[in-house]
Structures are given as C-alpha cells and as structure tokens.
C-alpha cells in the first residue's frame, strides 16, 4: 500500500476483554515496529520485526502483549484480558531495512486508539 | 540508563517568530538522531534525520538541526515559524547501544498564532 496501515483506528473495549490491533506495512518493508503511546508521552517501544522473525520483544510490558508476523508482511499485536492501564494509542511503523542502515527511514501509521473502560 | 530529554513541553510562538526547541540524550556509543513531526490529525513524519557527516542537518519545510557532540544535544530550529507548523515535536536516538529501539522524547507541543 501507499502508507502503513493499521485498523481499528479506535478501539473501546471492556477490561478483561482480548484485543487485536492490526499493522498492514507499506509494501516491500523488511521491518516491522510496534510503538505505544500513552496521553502526554513520547512513543515507547515494544517490539521489531525482521521479515517475519521477532527480533527483539524487550519493550512489550508483560506477558498479556504479544506480536506476531506469520508471513514477514501484515502483523498483529494481541493485548490479553486487557487492563484499565492498556489504553493508549498504538503505533505501527515500518522501514525498507533495519533501524541501523544508514539513510534508513521509518515509516509510521496513523495508530491505533485503544480504550479499556 | 538511555534517556531522550525534550526540556520544552509547550510552545507558543506567533507567526514569523523563530524557534528552537531543545533535545538532549544521554547514550553511550554512536548515536543517530531524528526530529519527527505530527500535525493535527495526521500521523508521525520525520522531519530530519543525523546519521554522519555534517553536524548541521536540514530537513522538509524549512526546519534545521545541529548536532553537538560535546553537549549531547540536537535541537531543533526554524528561522520564521508559520501558522502551519503548529503541531508536536519528537526528538528520536537510535544508538548502537540500543538494538533495534526508536527511542523518544516526550515531545514538545508548539502552537503559532496569527
């Protein structure tokens, strides 16, 4: 596609509830990043893929978050029994190679508002 | 610990006015900085980006950046601000200390009136 895509743009659930946020990246892009951003906060990294491969989950809080990239191109990030605290906005970002190619570029998504009442 | 410092939360400036706002970082290693920009309703765009070479990076729409090492800053500069640049501002590091993270700042929010 044009740009990254991400869907649901807006999300309310009930806590407790499991919840899928979907990341569909610009077409040909290696790397996959997912980013979350609470009210009044800079983006806060949770996890980076590598073609299909998980390469680094240390910003995922806890064990209730959970990304994956079955086929190196769209991606889910699965938030479990979501909590009051999940709510946030989350960022989809993608990149025709790693974050540490010189002259690399990322590219982010519009987000996704993610609310747990 | 790594960190991204944007010291300026809001801004207010009127139009023409010029503008800096201030980004400091504490890592270790080498480093490779980003300004990105999100304007109402529009997603994250990056402005300009330091990877090596000249310290003094231009980006899109008029916006500048030094990089100086010895302070551990990259701030950001424009000589006239338009009423379009209202928007917020992320600084961004990347280092070779960090992986694969994009870290950020927590942003700036600037708002030019007419």
């Known amino acids: 596609g044009a740009g990254v895509s991400q869907s649901p743009r807006y999300k309310v659930t009930k806590r407790g509830q499991d919840v899928a946020l979907r990341c569909d990246p610009i077409s040909g892009h290696v790397s996959l990043y997912w980013y979350r951003q609470a009210l009044g906060q800079g983006p806060e990294f949770l996890t980076y893929f590598n073609y299909e491969a998980q390469q680094d989950k240390s910003g995922l809080p806890n064990d209730r978050f959970s990304a994956e990239r079955p086929e190196g191109s769209i991606s889910t990030l699965t938030i479990q029994r979501t909590e009051q605290r999940d709510s946030a906005m989350y960022r989809c970002?993608?990149?025709?190679?790693?974050?540490?190619?010189?002259?690399?570029?990322?590219?982010f998504g519009e987000g996704s508002w993610l609310t747990v009442v | 610990a790594q960190s991204v410092s944007q010291h300026n939360h809001h801004v207010i400036l009127s139009e023409a006015a010029s503008l800096e706002l201030g980004c400091n970082y504490s890592?270790?290693?080498?480093?490779?900085l980003f300004w990105y920009v999100q304007y109402p309703g529009q997603h994250l765009q990056l402005l300009l980006k330091?990877?090596?070479?000249?310290?003094l990076v231009k980006g899109i729409k008029g916006f500048e950046a030094e990089f100086i090492k010895s302070k551990f800053s990259f701030n950001l500069r424009k000589p006239s601000v338009q009423w379009s640049d209202t928007a917020e501002y992320f600084c961004a590091v990347t280092g070779s200390n960090s992986g694969y993270a994009l870290n950020f700042g927590k942003g700036t929010s600037l708002l030019v009136t007419p």
């Open positions: 890592y270790g290693g080498t480093v490779n």
């Open positions: 330091y990877f090596s070479g000249d310290p």
């Open positions: 970002a993608s990149s025709l190679a790693g974050i540490s190619s010189s002259g690399n570029t990322i590219y």
